[in-house]
DNA sequence: ACAATAGTGTCTGTGAGACAGTATCGA
DNA sequence: TCGATACTGTCTCACAGACACTATTGT
């Protein structure tokens, strides 16, 4: 790094792209924008920002998904950075993708506020037969899905995607959704065991068997 | 990303950031370099490269570790993007750090040729202690470290750090090396056994019975 | 013969997978 | 009572862990 004058050069634009994710009806969906100008216009592309001089990626995420959900304090994580060349063809844009996720009742309670155009779209779908998506977003997101696939096998992930109680029913279809196959519910409840708490409290109100309210453990 | 025009606005440096890991008398390795000019002068660093117009991150990788190590064609992937704001006290630079495996042999042969004054550094007497590591590269060092422990255990990655014949007891050293503890050896080879093929040639005259050299199996 | 390392056979416990059964709600 | 979903008990099988044993080289 040394004998390089950094600022003589050209640089390229920094951006952090979005992939907010959440289970809704037994799907995994994804927050998407449409594209109001071109390039790409009118085809749905990752809501993203550009990062300021004066944050960090991590605070430059959080205030991309403050600004596309209104909210805060959720789950993400860095997921990869991208800088193909000519990804965006008007400059060159380096994008370090982050994914967040979010149980579904929090985002449709900030739905009504929302400040851009945002909808959940369902993310086998989007991916599913060849319909375009904007720059290298197809890419970013079939590394998403894949990661979320991968990581919900060895580590906790999935208890981002629900609530604070959740049932364990609930919760396997999470990772059900997340891994693509369904599960024995016997087998699943065992190999929970040792990551949640037992509440007081029970679901009401279905016609059916009420269902225990469950906790993750801090341990 | 819309409404804004990125050109118009103070852009961060990119840099790539190396690290080349190889295992060496049983001790995983990191290739270093000692920093000859303010700041952080004397102290060890990671190697690093400022990314190019013209070029995509992976081959800004490609071309660090080639001017580190005079190699190509080794096997290297993205770790993580580090973007806090004073990271380097100079200016705003976001470091992609890329994480590269070596066979021993390979940089043995190269290290002649070699461009800058890299070294090989013991990675755990590097990390303990409160040695002082330029910018923020303990915290980088730290999680390729972490990340190399915990993919070893569920990818392939630990056959990078072995040329195309190897033994076993090689190969389980290296397991046990990025595990950071022993492994029984009948176990480990059940578990390999699927992963490797044989091969006709066994290693010879050292004071001990030989041992049989295999490939990984391609499948 | 001996030191040193390579390689094998086998017992055990744990945990995933599979499936059949019982429990408890509203209608 | 019935439909629907919640929850449990238990068998099997594969595999990780542990350990004792045998094999083959150079000196």
Chains 1, 2 share one sequence.
Not at 116 to 122: C, H, P, Q, S
Not at 163 to 174: C, D, H, M, N, R
Request: net charge negative; hydrophobic share 40%.
């Amino acid at each position: 790094m040394e004998q390089y004058d950094a600022s003589k050069y050209e640089k390229p634009s920094v951006a952090v792209d979005l992939l907010v994710f959440t289970i809704e009806d037994r799907r995994l969906k994804l927050l998407m924008i449409e594209r109001e100008e071109e390039p790409f216009c009118g085809m749905p592309a990752l809501p993203g920002v550009f990062v300021r001089m004066d944050e960090t990626l991590d605070e430059t995420a959080e205030r991309g998904i403050a600004e596309e959900t209104g909210l805060s304090g959720i789950y993400f994580e860095q997921l990869y950075t991208f800088g193909d060349i000519h990804r965006d063809p008007r400059m060159r844009i380096i994008s370090v993708a982050y994914m967040a996720l979010v149980p579904v009742e929090k985002l449709a309670y900030k739905a009504g506020e929302r400040v851009r155009t945002a909808y959940l779209e369902d993310v086998e779908d989007l991916l599913a037969g060849d319909k375009e998506i904007a720059f290298d977003h197809r890419k970013i997101i079939e590394y998403a899905r894949w990661r979320l696939a991968n990581k919900v096998e060895y580590t906790d992930i999935a208890f981002h995607l629900v609530g604070k109680l959740f049932t364990l029913p609930e919760l396997q279809i999470v990772y059900e959704v997340l891994l693509g196959k369904e599960l024995y519910k016997a087998n699943f409840r065992k190999k929970m065991a040792d990551l949640i708490e037992e509440t007081e409290y029970m679901t009401s109100g279905e016609a059916h068997r009420p269902s225990r309210l469950y906790r993750r453990k801090e341990s």
